[in-house]
């Protein structure tokens, strides 16, 4: 049996620059994620975030 992972919680500011970096900068959703080190496994959303 698998052990969760605890969650992980992004403040508002570590979440706009990935978001900047997505829209200003034109950048892959899954590259943004992979350089900040974001779980980019099926099941994880934005709500989860």
Not at 17 to 23: K, L, P
Request: aromatic share 4%.
């Amino acid at each position: 049996m698998k052990l969760k992972q605890p969650r992980c919680h992004y403040s508002a500011e570590f979440k706009l620059e990935a978001v900047q970096q997505v829209i200003l900068h034109q950048q892959r959703v899954v590259d943004v994620a992979r350089a900040l080190r974001i779980d980019t496994s099926p099941g994880v959303t934005h709500e989860n975030i």
